[in-house]
């Protein structure tokens, strides 16, 4: 089945830190350019950070940059996303993203309909 399961989301105090992990199954993991998303309550998908086929390129959100870093193990086709100084407005459910094609970019691809995207992990920042 090809599928994204993502887990290591928790309750965590500001400032804190946590390590979300996106398993992937039933494609061939590193030939696709993977996305972390996420949605707070109320609003709608921002994107977070975007890592190519080798890991070795790497984008973040103005929001997030310096403070997470994503990195992926294609041995384990599992993508992750290291989350330092977590702040409450960190709070969402957080989706890893496959891009539609593989071997290359495509702009907004967690927006496409043909993207495949995880079932979420809830991240709550909050004392």
């Known amino acids: 089945e090809v599928q994204l399961v993502e887990s290591g989301g928790d309750l965590v105090q500001p400032g804190g830190s946590l390590i979300l992990s996106c398993a992937a199954s039933?494609?061939?993991?590193?030939?696709?350019?993977m996305y972390w998303v996420r949605q707070a309550p109320g609003k709608g998908l921002e994107w977070v950070s975007t890592?190519?086929?080798?890991?070795?390129?790497?984008y973040y959100a103005d929001s997030v940059k310096g403070r997470f870093t994503t990195a992926r193990d294609n041995a384990k086709n599992t993508v992750y996303l290291q989350m330092n100084s977590l702040k409450p407005e960190d709070t969402a459910v957080y989706y890893c993203?496959?891009?539609?094609?593989?071997?290359?970019?495509?702009?907004?691809?967690?927006?496409?309909?043909?993207?495949?995207r995880g079932q979420g992990t809830q991240v709550t920042v909050s004392s």
């Open positions: 890592i190519n086929r080798d890991g070795r390129t790497t």
């Open positions: 993203v496959r891009d539609p094609s593989p071997y290359q970019y495509t702009n907004q691809a967690w927006l496409t309909k043909t993207s495949l």
């Open positions: 039933g494609f061939t993991f590193r030939s696709y350019w």
